[in-house]
Every structure is written in structure tokens, then in C-alpha cells.
């Protein structure tokens, strides 16, 4: 019992500072990602402390932390201004129940057999529609409704902000936060301990409130008049497609890139593993909880877990009390939020955002593999042209694509004797690679004999098994033999006979 009780302390010595340094780094981003999301800013709040003290305490992953992640800030942006803030806990409810049953059904680990490729381009799609979006709300603007009109847009923000004194001192306040938050890695390492984004934040509100700049600043309502718990009646909202889809896409982008944040996680301490289908089950429970008080939904997000980790957390003690160190801060200091720039959390944003763009990955990817940067591109660029649902779909078909493509390779080896003509097969044949089979055969002069060797194929689907009976018959149809050494004449389905 002795021992039990003094590993307990020793390790909330541990424990107690990582979750102060983790509650000062969730403090801006769970402001800005709900203001971003179209949300007030204390529903952020809400969804951290129900990442905290919920979350924080069921099992699955020990260290990695849960709230508002900015990975979602595009999709609760456009439910928001489909369906209205009041319908907003009806589908982060339902994403939650999902989540749990498929947690339940373990169905976990599929989620880390998404293409790699597919994910990064997600979170660059993200990233960028992140950026363009708050560049707006960090010159006090309203962003437009789709990234592609903001980012045409910017060359007309930028020009009009420089004959308007308001939106240049707010442009101020943002670009000063982006350089703090930049620089702040390079002071001492005792000022390091105090993370950069808050310091920043903490300048501009302070120059703010001194100087009594003409800058937009957080509405604050109260977090209680905020909530808007889900009624039995607010279910009907479920019969339209829209919604339910919509509430699916949480469920399932949410748990992917939690997982995704679980197995980086692991990657930087030793001590237990995410079991992922129980970690699954806890972020539905803590979305199911933040749907039933109407607040945004939550993932686990790296930026904290990093946090965590390299603060020195040893257990889940650390991550639940920064939940709670949310809740007081949320019930006492409820009215420093209303002194706070919006342009300083746009700058906050704007930071993540570009932080979420893969640049040394890419440059890996480009080495070794480069149809997966084609995808890469190919999911960023439909996200940013259409939306995160069907971009990350567009994504996974292209992955799809390729996949399909490098596993239908297929070798064809032509051999000119003085009186026949051998072509060899090896690999899988299929209907990706048909082109190139018939360009072969089709160069072969119709007068000469010709043996198909098919016996090193392991597959042939049935367009290129088509193909070739419909050449052979054709040519010999001009006078001409056709051989086909396929053993049991299994691939093609003739009567033909092999033939040395």
C-alpha cells in the first residue's frame, strides 16, 4: 500500500507541471479553433474540458490529450453555416455514437490503414483552407464562403487594407502574434517553459487593452448561456441526408486522425501502447457528451500530446487535471476572453495551419515514391476546391487508383527469330496495362507465326484475356499461326494446347 501510494506522488510530480504547461497551450487554441469554427469561443472550452476530465480518465492511450482540434475547424465551419449552431450537438452526438460502435465492432486499427499519402494531403487541405480563412479574420473580415474565393480574394483584402487604419492595426496584432509564436523557440529554455502561442496572445491583449485599439475582440456570453443541450425533438433534424452525413464525416475524419495522433504519440515515449479500439470508444464517449451540450466536437490533437509527452507526463493524471485546470479557469476568469483580439487568435491559426503542411515529408515522399505525392496533391487540391468530406473521398479513389495501377504490373518480353515472333507474359495482366499489351501485339507483322507464352501470368482479368483471344483470332485470320503456351490452358479458357 506504502509503495503504491509513493509511486502515486512521485509520479504526480511528474504529472502536475506537464498538465500546467498542457492547459497553457490548450488555453488560445481551444479559443481560436471554436471562434474559427463559427462557434463561440467558450464551447471551446467546454469540448477541452470534456476532453480532460472525460476523456482523460477511460483507457485506450495514456498520454496523448483530447479537445478542439483544428484538423475539424473547416468541417464544423460548414456545418455551422448549413445548419445553424443549434443543430451543430445533434451531429457531434451522433458522430460520437458512431465512433463508439466502432470502437465496439474493432475497428480501430483499419483506421491506420489509410494511405499515408491520403492523410497528409488531408491535413494540408486543412491547413490551407485554414490559413486563407483566418488571413481574413486577422484583417477583421469576413472570409468568403469557399477557399477558392478567399484565396482569388487576397490580392483585394491586402489592397484594401492598406487605405483602411483599423484593419492594418488589426493585421498588426496578427502578424506580431505569427512572430512571437515563430521566435519563441529560439529564446532560453527556462522562458521556453511557458508555451509561445499563449505569450503571444498575452502581448496582444496587453497592447490591446493599453493602447485601446479599434480591434475586434471575443464576444464573451458566459459558457452557460452558450450550451445548447440537445433536446429529444432536436433528433428529427437526423431525417435530412445532410445532416446525417455530415455527422458520419465527424465520426470518421475525427477518429482518423485521432489514431493517427495515438500512433505518433507512442512513437515518443516508452511507456504503454494506444489499444485503439478502446481509445476509439473514449473519443466517442467524449463527442457524445459534447453533442448532448451543444459544444464542438473534439479529437485527440498532437499539438498537446507533444506537449504532454515532453513535459514529462507519466500517466493520465496529467491530462485529466488539465481539464480541470480549463474548468476553473472557465468558471473564474471568464472575462479576460472579452479583452482578447480576435486578429491575435487569427495569428494563432494561421501558425497551426502552416503547421499542418507536410514540407519534410513531402520532400521524403518525392524521393522514394512519387505517384503518392501525386496523391498528396491531388487530395490537397480537392480539398481546397470543393470541401474536406469530398476532397479526403477524392483522395482515398485516387489511392485506390494507384494502388491498383502498381499492383497490375506487368513485364512483356518480344523475341524476333528469322521465321517467328515470341512474346512472353509475366505479372498481373489487367485492364490498366491493356494499352501497352496491345501496342505489342499489334506491331507484330500479320505474316508471322507467334507463341504467346502466358505461363509466368499470374493473374489476367477478363479485359485482357478478351484482348488477346480477339488478337489471336484476327491473326489468324490472315493465314497465320497463333500459339498459346499457357499450361492447362487455364488463363485463356481455349481448347488450344500448348505448343513448344
Known amino acids: 500500500m506504502n509503495f503504491r501510494i509513493s509511486a502515486a506522488l512521485g509520479a504526480l510530480r511528474h504529472d502536475l507541471p506537464a498538465s500546467l504547461v498542457v492547459f497553457l497551450v490548450a488555453i488560445p487554441l481551444c479559443l481560436g479553433v471554436a471562434v474559427a469554427s463559427g462557434a463561440p469561443a467558450e464551447l471551446g472550452l467546454v469540448t477541452g474540458i470534456v476532453g480532460g476530465l472525460v476523456v482523460g480518465l477511460l483507457p485506450g492511450s495514456s498520454l496523448q490529450v483530447s479537445g478542439p482540434a483544428a484538423g475539424l475547424t473547416v468541417l464544423v465551419y460548414e456545418a455551422v453555416r448549413a445548419y445553424g449552431l443549434a443543430t451543430l450537438g445533434v451531429i ?81 496584432l496578427g502578424l506580431g502574434t505569427i512572430a512571437v509564436i515563430t521566435a519563441w523557440p529560439h529564446t532560453p529554455k527556462r522562458v521556453r517553459a511557458v508555451p509561445g502561442s499563449l505569450v503571444a496572445i498575452a502581448i496582444a491583449t496587453t497592447v490591446t487593452a493599453v493602447l ?136 494563432v491559426l494561421i501558425h497551426a495551419g502552416v503547421k499542418l503542411l507536410p514540407f519534410k515529408r513531402l520532400v521524403t515522399l518525392w524521393r522514394f515514391d512519387r505517384g503518392e505525392v501525386a496523391v498528396f496533391v491531388g ?61 505489342v501485339l499489334e506491331s507484330v507483322p500479320h505474316n508471322r507465326p507467334v507463341t504467346l507464352d502466358l505461363s509466368e501470368l499470374r493473374h489476367l482479368d477478363e479485359a485482357c484475356r478478351t484482348a488477346l483471344l480477339t488478337w489471336a483470332t484476327h491473326h489468324r485470320s490472315g493465314g497465320s499461326e497463333v500459339h498459346l503456351q499457357d499450361p492447362a490452358t487455364a488463363m485463356l479458357g481455349t481448347s488450344d494446347r500448348p505448343n513448344g
Open 379 to 439: 487530395t490537397t487540391t480537392a480539398i481546397v476546391a470543393t470541401n474536406l468530406l469530398e476532397g479526403v473521398i477524392a483522395g482515398l479513389l485516387m489511392a485506390l487508383v494507384k494502388s491498383a495501377w502498381n499492383m497490375s504490373h506487368v513485364e512483356v518480353r518480344r523475341q524476333d527469330d528469322a521465321g517467328a515472333t515470341r512474346i512472353a507474359f509475366a505479372g498481373n495482366a489487367t485492364f490498366l496495362r491493356l494499352p501497352r499489351l496491345l501496342d
Open 92 to 172: 457531434v452526438l451522433t458522430a460520437g455514437v458512431v465512433q463508439v460502435l466502432l470502437g465496439l465492432l474493432r475497428v480501430g486499427g483499419w483506421f491506420r490503414a489509410i494511405s499515408s499519402s491520403v492523410v497528409l494531403g488531408m491535413l494540408a487541405g486543412i491547413g490551407v483552407v485554414l490559413v486563407i480563412g483566418q488571413t481574413y479574420a486577422a484583417f477583421d473580415q469576413a472570409a468568403p464562403a469557399s477557399a477558392v474565393a478567399g484565396l482569388t480574394g487576397l490580392p483585394g483584402l491586402l489592397a484594401g487594407a492598406v487605405h483602411t487604419p483599423a484593419v492594418l492595426v488589426a493585421a498588426g
Open 212 to 347: 485601446d485599439l479599434p480591434v475586434d475582440r471575443i464576444q464573451v456570453q458566459g459558457i452557460l448561456d452558450t450550451l445548447h443541450p440537445v433536446a429529444v425533438g432536436d433528433l428529427a433534424y437526423l431525417a435530412q441526408a445532410g445532416v446525417l452525413g455530415t455527422a458520419v464525416a465527424f465520426a470518421l475524419i475525427a477518429s482518423a486522425e485521432s489514431l493517427f495522433s495515438a500512433a505518433a504519440v507512442d512513437q515518443m515515449h516508452r511507456g504503454p501502447r494506444t489499444r485503439y479500439n478502446q481509445e476509439l470508444v473514449a473519443q466517442g464517449v467524449g463527442n457524445t457528451i459534447c453533442g448532448l451540450l451543444g459544444a464542438i466536437p473534439m479529437t485527440a490533437v498532437i499539438v498537446r500530446s507533444a506537449a504532454n509527452v515532453r513535459a514529462g507526463a507519466t500517466t493520465k493524471a496529467s491530462r485529466t487535471l488539465h481539464g480541470l485546470w480549463l474548468l476553473l479557469f472557465a468558471a473564474f476568469l471568464p472575462t479576460v476572453l472579452g479583452i482578447i483580439p480576435m486578429a491575435a487568435l487569427a495569428g
